[in-house]
């Protein structure tokens, strides 16, 4: 019979989605079928799944770590922002259309329908969902159709574990003002705490664990030192992209309002040979960079504008007369071009809009929006290589002529006379061993890693250190049995 528990932060970014992962390889190598689930999540990041959806890249991670193929059941309501006030909705991994915020907040509840649905079919096959929650239950002018935290917990009987990130400071308060604000019916739902992110000697706060443990009556499931490797794993938020101090190669990333699936940056940053340099807003793209990455946006033709007020146009430009080698990724490929025509509206408002004119290819936001998981060959060299495409938009012009990726019997990408600057659409190519040392060596980086054995060992890390750290015995008993009709 299946069992469900689901884990809920005192706030954002307290180190859920990393949890989950953890509990996921932990319960899964003690023989456990586990499937994560996120009723709602919010991110421009998102994984495309095996059965062609789109899922925030957290919930593919967690996946990975249960040993269990993605699934857009994993995550069915997606929200991917555009502008300060509205988001795409992912509706069970397709495109449903763009909301306001205020109108989402309205018509919500509606989607707890969805939300359930694809948590039945889940439970259907496994002997554990973990669940996460987005936020903090404590946020209760959200409380009316929530459907990410209380809201689904109740709905579906999943019992609840707070979690506290003493990190930021104020734990106590975060975990016993939770349960000052929640209403009855949400705090019957809540089983235990645990304290995440702990520096130093976790004795230290043996009484303030007591003390919560007092003050709410709900026993504490451990206290989680910090885990160091933590960085290693692919982010899933913007707020958690960070630089990467490494080797001399310099790899400079803008960070564009509304960067998307920047997967690509985690093999970079795992290189010993590469620094990864974030640029945020106000800085100038680096001089000594031997690679500027224009990564992936959910809105390119406000990104592009964002990136000239910046001034990083100018910065850009100069690099290349350098002699430094540019590479765009799709949002960013499509910037490099000499235009951007959006005629429908699709990416904003209707128009059309010069681009960086780097690469001799135009782009045109039309037609279906593309999904798909994709094999694909390298050129000149006929590596190997994985990736996928998430985007809107058809790319052409002459440069598209030196493709430089093969996908079956269509070539993919463009490359300007000198070699130096590349545009593709395929996103997360630098998995790819073979094919990232390569493409290193043309920088002067050695690659020895193999990237994909190092995810692996540090889910199996993460998964050792929650054993020490938490009493996974506990956790797993206050699981129990959803409701799902």
């Not at 089983?191 to 004795?203: C, E, T």
Request: glycine share 12%.
């Amino acid at each position: 019979m299946v069992r469900s528990i689901m884990i809920q932060g005192t706030g954002s970014n307290v180190g859920k989605s990393v949890l989950v992962a953890g509990l996921a390889r932990a319960y899964a190598r003690r023989g456990l079928r586990v499937a994560p689930f996120k009723p709602q999540n919010m991110s421009n990041n998102a994984a495309v799944t095996e059965n062609g959806g789109e899922i925030g890249r957290a919930q593919a991670l967690q996946a990975r770590a249960a040993n269990r193929p993605t699934h857009t059941d994993m995550n069915p309501i997606l929200l991917k922002p555009e502008t300060d006030t509205g988001a795409q909705i992912i509706l069970q991994g397709q495109r449903a259309g763009t909301m306001k915020a205020g109108d989402y907040r309205k018509d919500k509840s509606k989607l707890l329908g969805a939300a359930l649905e694809s948590f039945a079919r889940l439970c259907s096959d496994a002997d554990l969902v973990l669940v996460e929650g987005a936020g903090s239950p404590a946020e209760t002018n959200l409380r009316k159709g929530d459907i990410a935290n209380m809201g689904f917990a109740c709905a579906a009987e999943v019992p609840v574990v707070l979690v506290g990130d003493i990190h930021r400071g104020g734990v106590i308060a975060q975990i016993v003002g939770t349960q000052a604000v929640l209403e009855t019916g949400d705090l019957e739902m809540i089983r235990g705490f645990a304290i995440n992110r702990f520096k130093g000697d976790v004795s230290l706060f043996d009484e303030g664990r007591d003390d919560i443990a007092a003050r709410t009556g709900w026993p504490c499931l451990g206290v989680v030192p910090w885990f160091q490797d933590a960085w290693k794993l692919p982010a899933e938020d913007m707020m958690d992209i960070r630089s990467h101090t490494g080797g001399a190669c310099k790899i400079a990333v803008p960070q564009l309002e509304r960067m998307a699936n920047f997967d690509d940056l985690d093999p970079l940053s795992a290189e010993p040979g590469v620094t990864v340099e974030i640029i945020p807003a106000g800085r100038p793209l680096p001089g000594d960079a031997d690679l500027v990455l224009l990564p992936g946006s959910k809105s390119t033709i406000g990104d592009l504008a964002y990136f000239r007020a910046q001034g990083w146009d100018i910065d850009l430009y100069a690099h290349v007369r350098r002699g430094g080698h540019v590479l765009g990724l799709c949002g960013g490929y499509q910037m490099l071009g000499k235009s951007i025509a959006d005629p429908a509206g699709v990416d904003g408002h209707p128009g059309t809009v010069k681009g960086l004119g780097l690469l001799d290819v135009s782009t045109i936001m039309a037609g279906e929006k593309q999904v798909t998981l994709r094999s694909a060959i390298a050129l000149p060299d006929r590596e190997p290589v994985s990736g996928y495409e998430i985007h809107m938009g058809r790319t052409d012009g002459p440069d598209c002529a030196r493709a430089w990726l093969q996908i079956a019997d269509r070539p993919e990408g463009a490359a300007s006379a000198s070699g130096r600057i590349l545009g593709s659409y395929l996103h997360g190519i630098f998995s790819s061993d073979t094919f990232r040392a390569n493409y290193l060596a043309r920088l002067g980086v050695t690659s020895q890693i193999n990237y994909d054995d190092g995810v692996e060992q540090v889910l199996n890390d993460l998964a050792d250190h929650l054993e020490q750290h938490m009493d996974l015995d506990l956790l797993l008993s206050l699981a129990q049995t959803p409701r799902l009709s």
